[in-house]
C-alpha cells in the first residue's frame, strides 16, 4: 500500500524517515505503530511538538518488500521528486530527518552516518530550511541508551522551530577522557568540570 504524506500541507515542521512498516502498510497512514508512538509520544510529544503540527512523510512511501530493509527497495529514489514537491509547497522552518535515510535523501548525500551528524542543526544548498537528524525510534528498541539522544534531538528540533533564525550547530561532545587532558590527567577536576557542563547540556543540540 502507498502511504502518502499526511498532515497539515503548510506545516512549518516536516517529519520524514525511511518506509513505511508493517503498521503503517495495513492501515494506510504513517508512523502508526510502536515507532510512531515513541517518537510522537516520548520525543516529539516531551519537546513540544504536536503530531497535528507536523507534515509526516516517508522517503519511500511503501513497505520495502523483504521485511522492513530499506536496502531491498529496487529504486528508493522513486519518490523523490513528489516528496520535494510537497516538501516546497509552502515555506518550512525544520525538518526532522528520523533514520540514516532520511538523513541523506534531506541533505542530498551531503552527508551520511546517522550516529555522527545526529542533533546538529544543518543547511545544505537546495534545501529550503534547517534540518535535524535523528536516530530512529525502530532503533531505539535495539539499545535504549539511545533513548536520551533522541529527546535531545527533539529538543533541538523545537529549538530551530521556536527559533527560526538560530545559527547552524553542530554537535559538542564532552567526555572524561577530554577533560582530563585539561587537567594533567587529575580525575577528580575532570570529573568536577564534567559535571560543570550538566546545564549546558541541558540546552544542547547533542551529548
Known amino acids: ?17 525511511d518506509a513505511p ?20 509520544n516520548e520525543f516529539l510529544g516531551r519537546a513540544g511538538i504536536k503530531r497535528r503540527e507536523c507534515l509526516v512523510m516517508y522517503v519511500y512511501w511503501e513497505k ?13 529514489t522513486y519518490y523523490y521528486e513528489d516528496n520535494w514537491e510537497w516538501i516546497n509547497r509552502h ?17 542530498q548525500f551531503t552527508f551520511t552516518g546517522i550516529t555522527k551528524y545526529r542533533g546538529s542543526v544543518l543547511r545544505t544548498e537546495g ?4 534540518y535535524v537528524s535523528m536516530i530512529h525510534p525502530k532503533e531505539v528498541f535495539k539499545n535504549y541508551s539511545w533513548k536520551i539522544l533522541c529527546r535531545m ?25 577530554s577533560e582530563s587532558g585539561k587537567f594533567q590527567g587529575s580525575k577528580l577536576d575532570a570529573f568536577t568540570s564534567l559535571m560543570e ?5 541541558q540546552n544542547a543540540h547533542a551529548l
Open 127 to 130: 534545501v529550503p530550511c534547517a
Open 153 to 177: 534531538d527533539a529538543k533541538r528540533a523545537k529549538l530551530v522551530l521556536d527559533q527560526p533564525g538560530i545559527s547552524d550547530l553542530k554537535r559538542k561532545i564532552i567526555t572524561l577522557s
Open 64 to 76: 520495502p518488500p523483504y521485511g522492513n530493509e530499506f536496502e531491498t527497495i529496487p529504486d528508493p
Open 197 to 201: 557542563h550538566i546545564e549546558d547540556y
Open 91 to 107: 515555506p518550512r522552518i525544520v525538518i526532522l530527518a528520523v533514520g540514516e535515510h532520511a538523513l541523506q535523501f534531506v541533505s
Open 21 to 40: 512498516g508493517a503498521d503503517e502498510d495495513k492501515i494506510g497512514r504513517p508512523f502508526v505503530g510502536a515507532a510512531g508512538a515513541m517518537l510522537f
Open 1 to 17: 500500500m502507498i502511504v502518502e504524506p499526511e498532515g497539515p500541507e503548510d506545516a512549518k515542521i516536516v517529519v520524514i524517515a
